[in-house]
Each structure stands twice: as C-alpha cells, then as structure tokens.
C-alpha cells in the first residue's frame, strides 16, 4: 500500500473521530433556567432601625408627606426620614398600647389606643371618640370615608365619626 492510499483511508477514519468525540461535546450547551430568588430574603432589601427595638410595634402607616408612623407598646413614633419624634401624653395622646394608625389622603393621622381614637391636629393630639375605660373597647380597623368622616371597626361594633 502506497502512502498515498493510506491517507485516503486514515482521513475518514480521523474526520468520523473527531466527529464522534467533538459531537459529544456540542450537546454541553444547556438551556438558561433563571433562578427565582425569594425578594424577602435578599437582605440588601431590608433596614433595621434600633430606634424600634423592644418598642413593641404593632402598627405602621405612611403619610402622603412620606413620614412613617409606628404605633408600639407604650409610644407612637413619627420618622420622616432623619429624625424621630415621640407622641404621648404630653402632647394628649392617651392611653397605650397604639393599636391602630390611619392616615387619609388629606394628611391626617389618626391612632386607636383603649382610651379612644385620636387626630393629630399641629403638633396636639385631641380626642375623637373617648369611651368610657369601663367599656373595654378594642380598636380594629380605622377607614377614611369620602365625606370625610371616619368608621372604626371595634369589638362593640362599628363606629363612624364625624368630624368638625
């Protein structure tokens, strides 16, 4: 056998070879599967504010100025971003704890303790409804209707109040 004739046959054997050992290798591409993470879990996506620390809270809203408020267990807390501010008695929000916020869309804030159900008017809570301590009302649900006024959801029924 010439060399010439053992190339012809050693070059189908080398071609069919390579096709056989590259072939295995062009299956390797794998179809994109994306991995859906859980957004809750990305802890870049969270904020801790020691502030709120063993302050009990039970209740967040937001005013359409952006301040967030936290009702707790013994406190009512206004952040706007770069300070905080207590409300208690001082400023005539009575009774703990804050069970309940609510902000309507005009700004007003509302807040349900056991002694009843507060507005903030300036920098002064004043009372709204203020039951007798003897009636053991819990505050549920605090909701702006469009003339206005308020409906409370309480353990003694519904309430709407009326403002002005």
């Known amino acids: 056998m010439t060399k010439k004739k053992r190339r012809r046959r050693f070059y189908p054997l080398l071609l069919l070879g390579l096709f056989i ?43 359409p100025d952006g301040r ?42 509302y807040a349900a303790t056991p002694l009843g159900i507060f507005s903030l008017q300036g920098d002064t809570w004043s009372a709204l409804f203020a039951p007798e301590p003897s009636l053991g009302f819990n ?5 702006s209707l469009a003339d206005g006024s308020l409906l409370v959801c309480s353990n003694q029924g519904l309430l709407r109040i009326k403002k002005g």
């Open 139 to 143: 505050f549920f649900q605090i909701r």
């Open 21 to 63: 050992l590259g072939g295995s290798g062009a299956n390797g591409a794998k179809p994109y599967l994306p991995e859906i993470v859980n957004p809750l879990l990305e802890t870049w996506r969270w904020k801790q504010f020691s502030r709120l620390e063993g302050k009990g809270v039970r209740c967040i809203s937001e005013s």
């Open 68 to 109: 967030v408020w936290f009702g707790g267990d013994s406190t009512l807390m206004e952040y706007d971003g770069y300070r905080w501010i207590d409300h208690d008695q001082e400023n005539g929000l009575l009774g703990h704890p804050v069970s309940n916020l609510h902000t309507d869309n005009k700004g007003g804030i």
